[in-house]
């Protein structure tokens, strides 16, 4: 099998950049480990930045984004019992972030493809890549009882974390960069409308707790909770008890509903430098993990595949490498304003068992800061809404 770009993983990160290519003309091969059905119900991120939203619509696979997804012109601040509102709309001259489920994004994109005759193998095994400083590198693996090669000009490394593509690349041409925190975030998905319109990103001496939504009749929560926790030790009436004191605020109440789904999400801050390695180029969760508070990961695979996608339909319209050789310095300015965000927000809002009561005055003293400093309420804002795609610091207004 021959294909132009060989891209494993059939998460946001490659089925995105498949599309891309297929509107550039150039040729793909998607290569998946789970199940069609695995992916499209894999319930994870639900936060779309701007740029991301319009990247989708442009790209003609924003259609049922539009008519489902919820737009939110604000996030809210709980804390010390009380609640402020960010207007994000506001603080950013008419941005907004859109509320919608990665799996459904995923779910878009797949059609798609399948509607364009983009090949994506689902349920294969055993992912090798070789060959990876020659013009041919190689993706070999087993579709049921096959073994088989696909051979291509590029290969993108979109598998995520746990994926094969980044080990491969040889020891010492890599540096990682990583932060892990001492807590976990539980996430449950319930049969029960939101109990408010926005988010609501709590702070609480019990811990940080999270309302967000994926519909108006399914509501998302997720609560901070020891790294190694056990989702047995957290039954239904816990887990409603527990978010229920975190978010309380007088006059308002928790509505619950059968839980539907519920996960233990690590948190952890990761990059590795650069993204790129002869004709292997890493993209989204493969290259950076960022712990989940800013709402990122998934906006940074998006941003990843964007510019990766520009490099490749360059080197394939003019035989330029200039960008594709620039891609990880084109990226990496941004996956860090993402990584610093992410971090300071999860500082921010999270215990920290070691931080005693001067770290608590000092988290209340920047929500405070955050919810009633003009000029800080719009960092948070510009953050949480979303950098341009292909930000870069000589490029800002300051810079
Ligand atoms: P992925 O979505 O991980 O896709 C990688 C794909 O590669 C997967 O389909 C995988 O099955 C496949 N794959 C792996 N190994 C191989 C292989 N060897 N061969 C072929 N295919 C392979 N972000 C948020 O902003 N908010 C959240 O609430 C949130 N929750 C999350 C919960 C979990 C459990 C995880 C893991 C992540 C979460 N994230 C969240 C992060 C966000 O979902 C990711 O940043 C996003 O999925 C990145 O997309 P990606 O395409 O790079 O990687
Ligand atoms: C959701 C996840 C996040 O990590 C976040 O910061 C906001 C919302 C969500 O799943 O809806």
Not at 59 to 78: A, T
Not at 191 to 203: K, R, T
Not at 332 to 356: C, E, I, K, N
């Amino acid at each position: 099998m021959r294909t132009q770009v060989g891209i494993v993983g059939a998460g946001p990160a490659g089925l995105l950049l498949s599309h891309l290519l297929h509107l550039g003309g150039i040729e793909s091969v998607v290569l998946e480990i789970k199940s069609r059905d695995y992916v499209e119900k894999r319930i994870r991120a639900g936060v779309l930045e701007q740029g991301t939203v319009n990247l989708l619509i442009e790209s003609g696979v924003g259609r049922r984004m539009q008519r489902e997804g919820l737009v939110h012109h604000g996030i809210q601040l709980r804390f010390a019992g009380r609640h402020r509102r960010l207007d994000l709309f506001q603080l950013t001259n008419g941005r907004a972030i859109t509320v919608y489920g990665q799996h459904e994004v995923v779910k878009d994109l797949i059609a798609a493809r399948l509607v364009a005759g983009g090949p994506i193998l689902f349920e294969i095994a055993d992912v090798s890549v070789h060959g990876m400083t020659t013009a041919t590198p190689t993706i070999r693996f087993r579709k049921d009882k096959e073994v088989l090669e696909l051979t291509c000009d590029f290969i993108a490394g979109c598998d995520g974390f746990h994926g094969v593509c980044r080990p491969s690349i040889p020891k010492g041409t890599l540096t990682l960069y990583e932060r892990n925190y001492p807590f976990a975030w539980l996430g449950i998905l319930a049969e029960a409308p939101p109990s408010s319109e926005e988010l609501i990103y709590a702070y609480h001496e019990r811990g940080f707790a999270l309302h967000s939504m994926r519909s108006h009749a399914i509501t998302r929560l997720y609560l901070q909770c020891e790294p190694d926790e056990e989702l047995a030790n957290w039954p239904d009436a816990r887990i409603w008890a527990e978010l229920g004191t975190r978010l309380a605020v007088p006059g308002w109440t928790l509505t619950e509903g059968p839980i539907l789904q519920r996960g233990i999400t690590g948190m952890r801050s990761f990059v590795v430098e650069p993204m790129q390695y002869g004709r292997l180029f890493l993209a989204g969760d493969a290259a950076h993990i960022v712990p989940a508070t800013g709402a990122k990961g998934l906006n940074l695979a998006v941003a990843d595949v964007h510019i990766l996608a520009r490099a490749l339909v360059e080197f394939y319209s003019s035989d330029k490498v200039d960008l594709l050789d620039r891609y990880s310095e084109t990226c990496l300015p941004r996956v860090w304003q993402a990584q610093r965000f992410s971090w300071w927000m999860t500082s921010m809002l999270h215990r920290f068992g070691d931080g005693g009561a001067f770290q608590q005055r000092v988290q209340l003293a920047e929500l405070e800061y955050v919810t009633s400093s003009r000029a800080a309420a719009t960092a948070l804002a510009e953050n949480y809404v979303g950098l341009p795609l292909g930000w870069l610091p000589e490029a800002s207004p300051l810079g």
